[in-house]
């Protein structure tokens, strides 16, 4: 039985402005290591993870092999390669990168807390229903403003998630919408979710990711993420 090559796209290209940092964020230090390292060793242990794409800006390529991908020997990240000008076009040239895999995880390399546990919850729910996200139930009330900031509505917060990574899909899915995608140079799309909501016929399943699972955006996320770390 031919064994199941499901393959990680890490993104690493953006430029993080509200990070408020001359580094681009990915590559910002937490107690001695590039925050990009720790999603990528998780996706290094998890053994059903065959192999590792990450996509960053081309002037950090050689940067990428030499002094992550070589220096803590994440021998999965058989590929660097460049992405885009937006988030869309990275995940475009990552999923070609992924050409005849069976499942592609799609991660932000500004999380740095994924684990396998989320994992593995979102290979189960791949196999079975083709398309998943991970992600959280609110904790707040969330107000839907108009054109003036005003409080329009108040969504029932029992139906609202925050979306994470990984997302997780069927590659010949997940390609065909972003064939589509790409196309129709369609920026509306914000996540890899939206591209298959609005091209595919599939739905996409919410997973339980975890509340540590944060994004690392503003220098006050550093501070919480090095306090995570510490309790690891």
Known sequence: MKKEDNVAIVLAAGRGSRMKSDVQKQYLQILGKPILYYSLKEFQ????ISRIILVTGENEIEYCREEIVKAY????AEQVIAGGKERYHSVYEGLKAAAG???VFIHDGARPFLDGSILTRCLE????????VAGMPVKDTIKI?????????????RSLWMVQTPQTFDYELVKGCYD??????DCSVTDDAMAVEKYGNCQVKLVEGSYRNIKITTPEDMAIAEAFLKKR
């Open 45 to 48: 242990n998890y053994d059903a």
């Open 73 to 76: 020997r994440l021998d999965k």
């Open 101 to 103: 895999s069976d499942h």
């Open 125 to 132: 729910a791949v196999r079975l229903y083709h398309a998943c």
């Open 145 to 157: 403003s108009d054109e003036n900031m005003f409080a329009a509505r108040t969504p029932d917060r």
């Open 180 to 185: 589509k995608l790409m196309r129709e140079s």
